[in-house]
């Protein structure tokens, strides 16, 4: 059973830093692409930054930075680095692991939350 495990969020204040994990296991698929999302209330959900199994990464221009994503080298293991955060970085964050096989798994979200 594949699970991705979200850690890190919190509350902190506006400029800040959290560090944001998430933890996969049951993948046996090789991975594609390892991203980082997030969800402010009443918002669409919105892309934050992703890393392709080279190693290219990408970031949203509201991030770019200030938010760095890395991984473990067995790329079992996500970070998502968050330096000034500001009261729009307040949002669940999900990470999401997509496989050759077609398969795009989802984690639960980390809350984090920037006060003014």
């Known amino acids: 059973q594949v699970q991705l495990r979200e850690s890190g969020g919190g509350l902190v204040q506006s400029g800040g830093s959290l560090r944001l994990s998430c933890v996969a296991s049951g993948i046996t698929d090789v991975v594609k692409i390892m991203s980082w999302y997030r969800q402010a209330p009443g918002k669409q959900r919105e892309m934050v930054a992703f890393m392709l199994g080279v190693g290219t990464t990408t970031y949203a221009e509201a991030v770019k930075g200030r938010f760095t994503i890395s991984r473990d080298k067995d790329a079992k293991t996500l970070y998502l680095q968050m330096n000034n955060l500001n009261p729009d970085d307040t949002a669940d964050y999900y990470c999401?692991?997509?496989?050759?096989?077609?398969?795009?798994?989802w984690g639960k979200g980390t809350l984090v939350t920037v006060s003014p």
């Open positions: 999401t692991f997509a496989v050759f096989g077609g398969m795009n798994y």
